[in-house]
């Protein structure tokens, strides 16, 4: 039973759009399964990304895939990865047009290049996705090595994690780029606003309160959540630093292969915050429907004079300002609960 399911056995609640969403998740992955995964190695991974990966495909996504390299390059991999294109084309809506996905993504990159000059946005915006919402196709050893491998520069070579004055076990590094991704959809958004002079521009909007915001506070989440290390493992301060971190590691990469929505409802479930619950995932039911609906293509034709009054826009809206209430009474609850020193210390400055 995932997080989700168990939060809503406690409430009493369903919540129907996501449940459909994430059926038709299933199916759509198991297709993928089907057609794909014979482009898969020991080297090689097909990860797909976004709404599918989160488990909230509906009728009108599109899909987001990489061919995943980790090992030696062969000219066979173009012409796979060709194939793969082709292949999705025809079944699905392709990628965005900023191609940061859609072709193949290596482990050097995202591995190494971590901060820099020669980080790129689709560098960033592939590793912090590949951590917080990615799904592979086929055989996985290169996308699970890739994932692991990132997590260990992120927590144990990160000399913070390791030497902390007041150690509170929050992977500082990942949480800051984590925040530095976000930061940077944000900024994008409103560069694409400007560039493509308000095309789609209210769908963009609620998406960027929901969905985008969704990924970053899961992230937020899991890395608060190594706090609780010293609870789940007696004695863990008296272990060696490297096996502290080793363990850190383990449980970042167990807990990350849930979606988005199930951290967020192990938060809720840890916390107890019932209420809150109710408020964000019924505001994320009711924006998935949307997506499933011609409300969507309402959205992305919907002119920047017309949003003001519009009941459409105005509804989405208010999902928006329900779904970060809810965040609010998690992140910085008025009690100060556990969440709200770590999202002083680290969620701020």
């Known amino acids: 039973m995932s997080e989700l399911q168990r939060l809503g056995e406690e409430l009493g609640v369903r919540w129907p759009a996501i449940e459909a969403a994430r059926s038709a998740s299933r199916q759509k992955l198991q297709e993928l399964q089907e057609g794909l995964s014979d482009f898969t190695s020991d080297d090689a991974s097909v990860v797909v990304f976004g709404s599918l990966a989160r488990g909230e495909y509906t009728s009108r996504s599109d899909l987001d895939w990489t061919l995943l390299i980790d090992g030696q390059t062969y000219p066979e991999q173009t012409t796979a990865a060709e194939d793969i294109a082709a292949w999705v084309g025809e079944r699905f809506r392709g ?35 590949l951590l917080l919402e990615s799904v592979p196709i086929g055989r996985s050893e290169a996308y699970t090595r890739v994932i692991r491998a990132l997590l260990e520069r992120y927590i144990a070579e990160d000399l913070g994690w390791r030497h902390s004055g007041e150690q509170l076990y929050v992977p500082r590094f990942l949480q800051n780029d984590i925040a530095r991704y976000w930061r940077t959809v944000a900024v994008d958004f409103a560069y694409k606003r400007r560039q493509r002079q308000g095309e789609e521009w209210a769908l963009k909007t609620v998406k960027l309160r929901l969905s985008r915001k969704l990924t970053y506070a899961a992230g937020l989440v899991a890395c608060f959540r190594c706090s609780f290390l010293r609870e ?12 502290r971190a080793r363990i850190a590691v383990d449980e970042m990469q167990s807990f990350l292969v849930q979606s988005p929505l199930d951290i967020l409802a192990w938060a809720m479930n840890r916390f107890g915050l019932h209420e809150p619950a109710r408020r964000l995932f019924g505001s994320y039911d009711r924006f998935l429907a949307i997506l499933d609906s011609d409300a969507r293509g309402s959205l992305a034709a919907m002119d920047l004079a017309d949003a003001p009054g519009n009941g459409l826009f105005e509804e989405a809206r208010r999902l928006g300002h329900d779904f970060q209430d809810a965040l609010n009474d998690l992140f910085l609850p008025d009690d100060q609960g556990a969440f709200h020193k770590l999202t002083r210390t680290y969620g701020v400055f």
């Not at 789940?232 to 096996?243: A, H, T």
Request: charge should be negative; hydrophobic fraction near 35%; proline fraction near 6%.
């Open 232 to 243: 789940m493992y007696p004695g863990f301060d008296d272990l060696p630093l490297d096996e």
């Open 95 to 129: 990628p965005g047009r900023e191609a940061t996905f859609g072709g193949m993504a290596f482990s050097h990159e995202l591995v190494n290049l971590i901060g820099g000059g020669e980080d790129s946005n689709r560098n960033l915006t592939q590793r912090i996705l």
